[in-house]
């Protein structure tokens, strides 16, 4: 991404002035007092970032310098309305993202299917759009990606309200409960359709063995001769009962009626490689139980309601070196 002069100039007038507003703050910060010190130093660095991210997302042809006239994504001519304000939520805080607005106009018509021959409806196209959301990522949304990530990755370790109260408490951003669910569904779903993808890419290779077992056999001695054979590989799975929220998923009737949350079975399961434990075995004399070797613990989750979880701890156990496993102990609890 280059910069021209102009524009080199201004961001450095920006920082310089944001650098002696802070020069100046911390004159008055007393001898000793490191959190004052640290609290002046981020916030102008916070404060400089806004302001390079605002000079560097305005840039473009705005005003009087825009197109007046554009093809749009919908295939029909698009006139400009004018310059329409965005404000972007980032990791660094709030900045305004001044873009050109397009809309279809009014006189551009689209062509539906035919009604009957020789004979075409005419459906008017009122499609308006800001080409700059799309050149930096942010159609129909007013986070950024790296504020997205974020929560995302707090959300996966804590509950909905824990993640956002942790996120506004490391970035001088405001987020709630519900925020950090609109910003985390997107991104699980993609994941979720990644899984599935490879689930079942693995299931057809097993399926595949079942027919080809030579050909199987031969490439997981390969794979075996490449890499480092497992000693033992433990797969555990079980059922839980998880509190849903309401709304959350489709409800019977009887439930419906009844106040509070409801209840889902969950499927869970675990892999991990063996490393000789600490305790000895109260059955087997000379025997040391075995601990999951460090580093190699790995879960996997489904409401059994999906009906997918064979695959994805397939995948899982896979992952984790099945073919690689000279033993593989699987455990379960049984009703």
Known sequence: METNEALKRAL????????????????????GDLKELEQQVMETIFAIGRGLMESILNRGEQGEG????????????????????????????????????????LGESSPAQPQGEGEREEVRCSHGEAPADA?????????????????????????LEEA???????????????????????????LAIQEEEAAGVLWQEAAQAKTQPEQAEARVQDEESQQQVIRRLYIELDGVLARMRRGSVEMEEKEQQRPGDVYREVKVGVVFQASRGRERSGLAPDVWVDEPA?????????????????????????????????QVVVLYASR
């Open 164 to 190: 956002a109260e942790t996120f506004t408490r490391l970035l001088p951003l405001g987020m709630s409960a519900r925020q950090a669910l609109s910003l985390m569904q997107p991104v699980g779903e993609a």
């Open 66 to 105: 825009a197109a007046t006239r554009r093809a749009g994504s919908c295939g029909h001519q698009q006139r400009l309305v004018g310059e329409r304000p965005k404000e972007l939520l980032t990791l660094l805080g709030k900045v305004k993202f001044r873009r050109p607005y397009y809309q279809c106009l």
């Open 135 to 159: 050149l930096w990522g942010v159609q129909e949304r007013r986070t950024t990606a790296g504020v997205q990530a974020a929560v995302s990755y707090l959300c996966a370790a804590l509950t």
């Open 12 to 31: 450095w007038r920006e920082t310089e002035a944001e650098l002696v507003k802070l020069v100046e703050r911390i004159e008055d910060v007393g001898e």
């Open 294 to 326: 460090e580093g190699t613990l790995r879960s996997v989750a489904q409401r059994t309601a999906l009906g997918n979880f064979a695959h994805l701890l397939y995948t899982l156990a896979v992952q984790q070196g099945l073919q690689r496993a000279k």
